[in-house]
């Protein structure tokens, strides 16, 4: 057989090999996914509203500034978890912050992020660094979850917050906060392979790089989550879809 009809026999088995599953995943069928959410089922998780992204002054401030100031993320934000109280839905504040000589931290691991940390002497408990943005803290009636400090880039790292949510009855979670290229990121992976329905909310995120950020919404957020804009999560939370 000639060499050209070889290649185009090779290239037709391994053509079928790789269309074959597929078709038996379409025949097979999927189950729609979900137009509405249960307020009591949902929990809205808050990832490092602190002062070195929301006040000017603040260590991160300048990085994340225009995607702010573009988006109104702050503001819109406070209406957001406005309604989410309002619907029932469960408001989660989680935070970072280390002891004074992070003596949690391994300074020799290669990797940057703890590293940053140590170097610029960043995000101590108890300074004001570590506060929280004023207008989104939790009045006498509202019934929001403050978790511990974490040291890791997932909301999940460590602050016990897997357990808690399933001790609730807890399915879907909605994520916003700073920023979606780090911690966000990891909180919408690390939710997605412990089995939650994750709802990535693009208007109340901003990136440390927004180009970057901006392609990982469009691109890879949807592997792991539902992206969607602030009204339309709430439109799902009351049945206007």
Known sequence: M????KLASLAAVCFCAIAMPALNVHAQGLPPLAKTL?????ALILVDFQYPFVNSAGANYRS????????QMLDRTVELVKKARELGVWVIHVTEGYTKDYRELDATNPGGFHRGQILRQAWKTETTETSYYPPLLPGPDDKDLFLPP???????????LDEILRSRGIKNIAVAGFTSDVCDYATVTNGYDL?????ALKDAMVGYF???????LKNTYPMWSKVLGNDEFVAMLSGNT
């Open 64 to 71: 994340v500034k225009d995607e702010l100031e573009k988006k």
């Open 210 to 216: 927004p180009e970057q950020a901006e392609m990982m």
């Open 150 to 160: 974490r040291i890791q880039t997932s909301a999940f790292g460590g602050t016990g």
């Open 2 to 5: 000639p060499l050209a009809s």
């Open 38 to 42: 249960k307020p009591s089922e949902t």
């Open 195 to 199: 089995g939650y329905h994750v709802y």
